[in-house]
């Protein structure tokens, strides 16, 4: 069984720092590839980063490249993002996704966290 479950999540100030985890099992972490999508109140679900370690590549979205660091800790089968220098509009819902293996544009997913709160607030 497939199970993604995300953690970290909270309330920060503007310019403040978390770190999410994604705590994985049921399929081969090592060579999967992961993603954190999330979705802001009164909006569509928006992606934020992926990582696929096999081969090295990480991908960050506009909005947060320089701020958030995608990693993984295959001994762990972990996921991470650390979130720096955080903004209101980044105040979200943030899920854990494993990418499919059949190759899709846009990227697919067909696992899923439960999903942790981030609040960006003063």
């Known amino acids: 069984e497939v199970q993604l479950v995300e953690s970290g999540g909270g309330l920060v100030q503007p310019g403040g720092s978390l770190r999410l985890s994604c705590a994985a099992s049921?399929?081969?972490?090592?060579?999967?590839?992961m993603s954190w999508v999330r979705r802001a109140p009164g909006k569509g679900l928006e992606w934020v980063s992926s990582?696929?370690?096999?081969?090295?590549?990480?991908y960050y979205a506009d909005s947060v490249k320089g701020r958030f660091t995608i990693s993984t800790d295959n001994a762990k089968n972990t996921l991470y993002l650390q979130m720096n220098s955080l903004k209101s509009e980044d105040t979200a819902v943030y899920y854990c996704?494993?990418?499919?293996?059949?190759?899709?544009?846009?990227?697919?997913?067909?696992?899923w966290g439960q999903g942790t709160q981030v609040t960006v607030s003063s």
């Open positions: 990582i696929y370690s096999y081969i090295s590549n990480t």
């Open positions: 996704a494993k990418v499919t293996v059949v190759p899709a544009r846009p990227p697919a997913y067909d696992y």
């Open positions: 049921g399929f081969t972490f090592s060579s999967s590839a």
